[in-house]
């Protein structure tokens, strides 16, 4: 394995300067899964099916 350079091994970062990420907002997040497991649903005809967690009982979801 090659040693940490941080001259070469850097990365830039896409937040906007000056704003603030600790406020509440929305925000849009990419979640990639172990070799893309369907995980948290499908778009079945363009929609989102949302798939039940089987480790946790259903619940609703918040106003």
């Known amino acids: ?3 940490y350079d941080p001259n070469r ?5 896409i937040r906007l300067k000056g704003y603030d ?3 509440p907002g ?3 997040i990419t979640i990639c899964t172990h070799e893309r497991a ?13 798939l039940m967690n089987r480790s946790a ?3 609703e979801d918040p106003p």
């Open 1 to 3: 394995m090659m040693p």
């Open 9 to 13: 091994h850097h990365r830039r970062s």
């Open 21 to 23: 990420y600790t406020q």
């Open 26 to 28: 929305a925000y849009f």
């Open 38 to 50: 369907h995980l948290f649903g499908a778009v079945v005809e363009g929609e989102m099916q949302k």
């Open 57 to 59: 009982p259903p619940r």
